[in-house]
Each structure stands twice: as C-alpha cells, then as structure tokens.
C-alpha cells in the first residue's frame, strides 16, 4: 500500500489567521457603533442586527483558534493531524449564530408585544449602513481567502457575512416606519431578521454536518475515478474514498494492477497519480494508493 502526500500548508492557514483577525477586528467595531446607537435609540431592529454583528465577531475565535491549531504536526496520538479542529468550529459558529437568534427575537417580540418608540431614525439609518458596509467588506475578505486556501469554514462564513449585510439593509425600513409615525414597524422587522438569522443556522449547521460527515463535493469521486483509469497500470479502479481534513483533501485510491508490477513501479506510479490528480483538484493533500494484484 503506497500513499504520496505534499507537505502540510502552513501558508495557507497562516493566511487564514490574517483573514480572521482583520474579520474580527471590523464586525467588532461595526457592532460596538451599532450598539451604541441600538441602546440610544430604542431600535429592536438595530438590537437583533447587533446581536448577530456580535455573534459574528465572535465566530472569528474558534476559527483563528482553529487555525492556529492545524499548523501543529501529526503525532503518534493525532495521526491525522489537527485539521479537524477547523470543522469543529464550525460546530461552534453555528451555536453562536443560534444564539443571536435567540437574543433578537426574544427582545423583537417583546418590544412588538410592550411598545416602544424610536428615537434618533437618522442615527438609526446611519447604524444600519455601516453594518452593511461592514458585514461586506469582511465578507468579501472571508470568500477571496477562503477560496485561495480551499476552507469551505471561511467561505460559509464569508456568504453568511454578505447575507448579515443585506439584513442590516432591512433595518432602514423599520427607521423609516418609526420616522413615518408606525413604531411597530420596527420590532416587526427585527423578527424578520430573526427569521433569516435562523436559515443562516439551518444552512451553516447543514454545511458543518456534511463536513463533519465527510462528505465531499460534488464530482470530487469522478475526478478520481477518471485521474486513476487514465493511469496504463491501473487496469480497474475498484474503490475511491475522499474526505476533509481542515482545508486539505486526503483520498484513498484502491486499484487492480498487473501482478508483475514491482514495488517500485507501484511507487512510480503512486506519485504520478497523486501528480495529475492535483492538477483535477488543487486541495487535495494526500493520495493513498492501494494496489489490487489483477488475477484472471
């Protein structure tokens, strides 16, 4: 059994890091403004999108702990390494989304149920702004790195970074509601970003499932399948198994050989294939071939 595998990326991770302490440095200052002005203005709309700015902020932790983590190397106890931690913190995002839903939707419904006025719309609208403003930015920032390091984590983030941009948005009409005499439609459009808060969470907690499970991209096999029946060794490719581990792609390739075949060939050819199946999926970290002698 031959496996060939390139060398663990710290590059890649320590980009991560830069990408995740920028991420937590503007939603931080983003949120505390918004704060500020939630507090001073009564705004049950601009509470729920501070509560989430917040919780996104937070979510930078277990990401750059994450990070930090899988650039440590195997060990005789952790053979695989640390990537894993990166998927567990997504376990963690999506707790920390769902409790942002909570604290706005449980201030939202009691606002809409006791009463409240606006105060300061302008600086209403202005809060919500920047939170767009923000919330783009960072995530621009999260898709372009996750992207060129292959972190499915700091992508989901970065798409729910653009999706907390759009509810910010949503916050204009509940100032515009309170500038136009109708309070209540402040609080109605801070459960409405309840609600999106809570797809956010169906759809991250959904992404971290399929990751923790070890599910892979769609075509991910059948790039595999075709790298290694190109190979003139292989005669039958048998088995093909694929899975994340952090940002790096690990697969294990079971193929029938001629019976002749020496252990140098199988070598040679470990090596090649692990060569063009990179140039099919540029993540891929590891190859472990696993010959079958072919027997009539």
């Known amino acids: 059994m031959r496996h060939h595998h390139a060398p663990v990326d710290h590059g890649a991770s320590a980009e991560g890091i830069r990408a995740v302490k920028l991420s937590l440095a503007v939603l931080a200052l983003t949120a505390a403004f918004q704060l500020a002005v939630a507090l001073l ?27 930090a983590l899988s650039r440590r190397a195997a060990s005789r106890s952790y053979t695989y ?22 604290v706005s939707g449980y201030e939202s419904a009691t606002k809409l149920l006791e009463g409240s006025g606006v105060r300061g719309t302008g600086w209403v609208a202005l809060a919500a702004v920047t939170g767009f403003a ?42 515009a509601g309170a500038w136009l005499g109708y309070p209540a439609v402040d609080p109605v459009v801070g459960l409405g970003i309840t609600a999106v808060i809570l797809l956010i969470v169906r759809d991250s907690a959904r992404t ?64 090649r294939l692990a060569t063009a199946a990179r140039k099919r999926l540029p993540r891929l970290e590891r190859v472990l071939l696993e010959p079958v002698p072919h027997t009539v």
């Open 41 to 67: 203005s009564g705004s049950a709309a601009l509470l729920a999108d501070t509560a989430h700015n917040f919780g996104d902020a937070l979510t930078a932790l277990p990401l750059w702990l994450a990070f």
């Open 81 to 102: 390494g640390y990537g894993r931690a990166e998927d567990l913190a997504g376990a963690a995002i999506v707790g920390v989304i769902l409790l942002s839903a909570a």
């Open 134 to 175: 923000g919330n783009e930015l960072v995530a621009r920032l999260r898709i372009s790195t996750g992207r060129r390091i292959g972190s499915a984590a700091l992508i989901a983030d970065g798409q729910h970074a653009r999706t907390d941009g759009l509810t910010s948005l949503a916050v204009l009409a509940g100032a």
């Open 208 to 271: 971290v499932w399929r990751r923790l499970m070890d599910a892979v991209e769609p075509g991910t096999v059948e790039a595999l399948e075709e790298v290694a029946s190109g190979m003139p060794e292989i005669l039958q490719v048998e088995e093909v198994r694929a899975r994340w581990i952090g940002h790096s792609l690990h697969a294990e390739v079971r193929a029938r050989v001629p019976p002749e075949l020496s252990a140098e060939r199988i070598g040679e050819l470990s090596e």
